[in-house]
């Protein structure tokens, strides 16, 4: 006698820094003029728009079944951009909606979070506020959503984008670890079952003192040993080395879930690095140079088999 089916369903995130999703307009509260028309970059509609369509196949390009469930975006600069990347770029069959902050950065950019809603449901969403110390600049918020997932899980999800390292790693320690302290102690007020995703790019690596204070907090860094399928070591290279600086983490009670990670290094997102040897993410901009490419960061994607 067949008492019943065990549905299992794949639920698929993917991090993302955009490098810099601008709109041509200015915002006379933000230090943005260098992406006006007129600007250092001469960020033109035409440019606008073929970088919206080049995330937005860079997202597309993620899983070959289906699209992800969710996109964790670091670097947008506000809802606008959101609503064309949703609605009017190469997205704009794939039924995205979007949660992003509204951070005090001083550039304008910020953090944010698309969801197919028939896979991921919101239920209520906040801004982490980070108060920075005296004489830091002011830096993103981090945003948390709780949702429900298509299986009727409750699923919380944090999108992080911790400070550089402006002024030398050690130097600028202290900010990221600001920010990861405050993601922690929101964490905590969760139950200890609960099942927590962050993701997001902390501008560090895996064995940082910053980031090693989130695994000794007891959330799992699955993406640690992330890899491309086409062999890219990394999200992102400077100077010619590879730099593991895009991270997700899972909590104990999501684990077993975790089916795969791997870094989207699909061909079309690479190029040439002439000065180093071998290949590295193909930027939109090299220093101020204009190149028409993707970002300079590869997309990060988790899938999870959920039950």
């Not at 915002?27 to 440019?47: C, F, I, N, V, Y």
């Not at 400070?163 to 600028?172: I, L, Q, T, V």
């Not at 790019?201 to 907090?217: E, G, I, R, W, Y």
Request: proline share 6%.
């Amino acid at each position: 006698m067949v008492l019943g089916l065990l549905l299992v369903s794949w639920f698929t995130l993917v991090e993302l820094n955009c490098e810099n999703l601008f709109d041509c307009k200015h915002d006379s509260l933000k230090q943005d003029t260098e992406w006006l028309p007129d600007g250092q970059r001469r960020w033109s509609p035409a440019r606008y728009w073929r970088k919206q369509n080049h995330i937005g196949q860079e997202i597309l390009s993620c899983q070959e079944d289906g699209v992800p469930d969710l996109v964790a975006l670091v670097e947008v600069e506000n809802d606008s951009v959101l609503f064309d990347l949703t609605r009017r770029s190469l997205l704009r069959h794939a039924g995205y909606h979007f949660l992003m902050t509204c951070s005090p950065d001083v550039r304008g950019i910020d953090v944010a979070l698309l969801y197919q809603p028939t896979s991921f449901k919101p239920i209520c969403y906040d801004y982490l506020e980070i108060v920075p110390f005296k004489d830091m600049r002011p830096t993103r918020d981090i945003l948390y959503v709780q949702g429900i997932t298509v299986m009727g899980d409750t699923l919380h999800v944090y999108v992080v984008h911790a400070p550089s390292r402006y002024g030398g790693e050690r130097h600028s320690r202290p900010n990221r670890q600001l920010v990861v302290d405050r993601l922690l102690a929101h964490v905590r007020l969760l139950p200890k079952d609960a099942h927590v995703v962050v993701a997001g790019d902390f501008n560090d690596d895996a064995d940082s003192p910053v980031l090693q204070s989130v695994t000794a907090a007891s959330l799992c860094h699955v993406t640690r040993d992330a890899r491309g399928l086409n062999g890219a070591p990394a999200t992102y290279r400077y100077q010619g080395r590879w730099q593991s600086i895009d991270h997700v983490f899972v909590s104990p009670s999501l684990l077993g879930s975790v089916k795969q990670t791997y870094v989207n290094d699909a061909p079309f997102l690479l190029e040439e690095d002439k000065r180093y040897g071998g290949v590295k993410p193909f930027r939109t901009f090299n220093g101020l140079r204009y190149q028409r490419g993707f970002s300079d960061h590869l997309p990060l994607v988790v899938r999870f088999r959920m039950k």
